[in-house]
């Protein structure tokens, strides 16, 4: 099948690459033509805009940066939908507002094709494992269409609802996410401020009804002192944005995320915006610190 | 060996008869009698007080409710400090202050016996199959000492430092599951709003970097409504509590605890003081709620 791909980051570049080895043909563009290299170099096609992608493909994904980069790679001047493609369905990976999500849906319908939200959960690793969650909005008869393309790319596929659910899921695994973190951090703060071990208070909660993911494989992390890598907290601070609206538009209080997103803008301040989530440790830390 | 158990209640009722079961000769006191029936059925020895039960056995554990009940079994008039007991060893697996461990060390070493701070945790669930995590603190050589009877009621046993370092333990898991929760609850409010099926957003977001016992355990209590059992509202206050003083006062800041114990005490203002902590949710629920 010729598939189109647009966004070839961390995450894209492994998932594209996945399509690839499935056997497909990839059409690909990218703001930054370098970063699309070395799936050139395995075949991909180079197109010169995000409508040529759309002109030349079945189906086509994205998987891009902040929600106005999807806006422009979607509706900007030689955007996918600014014309009629020949593309019948479009999916948009990127974790994004679930309005701008619908917003793609309706302009899809207008010119006669369909499309989905399939944000991801797994990170760099899951993306390069292929062993991502892949959270689906849209028809679901569309979202039977393209399981066996996910299929290349995550082990976790589930279809959550109308144009948008896939996005909305993804906003509950980030508000999971976020108090989970506050927990993990404060946790660890607590531990080394009352003069405890970090890593062998670890080994003891990290087991039984408090342990999570987080705990278990960030919590090391913070006692080595390991911020560079993870989940950019820039990316996660939008996120966390893109849920307090929701929730908001929606008469939600979400009291305990509208402060962790606070503390994580202090992290962003503090110069660690593309540090790994598990930064938060940092900003309590800062806290409790004379100055 | 001849071992004192004070304290019958969910807790103590299994963990005294894992001893039992371990070929020990117990020796009991509990404020309401009723309640160590099933143990003195089983051979256990009824005691008077608890000084009586430490005048009889070699070495003494105790598994009560506040601090200040604690404090009346330790120093109260025949309390288990108020002269020289027979006993050789205090263990108090309350989960209680930190500072209360090391007084009763104090008043311990003065009398020339020695004790230990043992909090759990792994619920009625873990003492009925002796798989708690026990968290232990005072002297190396005492803990080594007491292994072989932890091992009857526990999976997991951590030596973590010197008086008072397994209370403080203790509380690190018990920040970290304050800040797990209002990921939880936020979560599953999030997606009852937004109009995602609960239990199928639990599914996708339970197994990756999102995971938790929690989210996996509790949630699925949530969508059905079940708030009745669990570890207690009121006992959880109490713990975060706890874990605010030590804190503040070794000047350590947790913006985050300080917001969920607050939202804690309006679960048990709303009457579910009893309920399982999963009625976090129903907080939430109340400040999204047209009044």
Not at 9 to 24: C, E, K, P, Q, W
Not at 27 to 52: H, M, Q
Request: aromatic residues 8%; charged residues 20%.
């Amino acid at each position: 099948m010729k598939i189109g791909w647009i966004g070839t980051g961390v995450m894209g570049f492994s998932m594209a690459g996945h399509l690839i080895d499935g056997g497909h043909d990839i059409y690909v563009f990218n703001r930054t033509k370098e970063k699309a290299e070395g799936l050139l170099a395995r075949g991909a096609i180079w197109c010169d805009s995000p409508f040529d992608v759309a002109f030349s493909t079945d189906i086509l994904f994205t998987i891009i940066g902040l929600p106005s980069d999807v806006e422009e790679v979607y509706f900007g001047e030689k955007g996918i939908l600014s014309s009629r493609p020949a593309c019948s369905i479009v999916v948009d990976m990127t974790t994004t507002r679930p309005g701008l999500s619908r917003a793609i849906s309706r302009k899809a319908v207008e010119l006669g094709l369909e499309s989905l939200d399939a944000p991801v959960s797994g990170g760099d690793i899951g993306a390069r494992d292929a062993s991502l969650a892949i959270m689906v909005g849209g028809k679901e008869s569309v979202f039977n269409e393209v399981v066996p393309i996910f299929r290349l790319m995550g082990k976790n596929i589930f279809y959550m609802g109308g144009p948008g659910a896939g996005q909305h899921t993804k906003m509950c695994n980030q508000i999971l996410v976020a108090g989970t973190m506050i927990g993990v951090c404060e946790s660890l703060i607590y531990a080394a401020g009352l003069g405890l071990d970090r890593e062998a208070v670890i080994e003891v909660i990290g087991k039984g009804a408090a342990s999570s993911w987080s705990i278990n494989n960030l919590g090391p992390r913070i006692v080595r002192g390991e911020y560079d890598t993870g989940f950019f907290v820039e990316h996660f601070i939008k996120d966390m944005g893109i849920a307090l609206e929701e929730a908001s538009a929606a008469g939600v209080s979400l009291p305990g995320l509208a402060l962790v997103q606070q503390l994580y803008v202090a992290v962003k301040a503090q110069g660690h915006g593309r540090s790994g989530t598990q930064a938060l440790y940092l900003a309590l830390k800062a806290l409790s610190e004379k100055s």
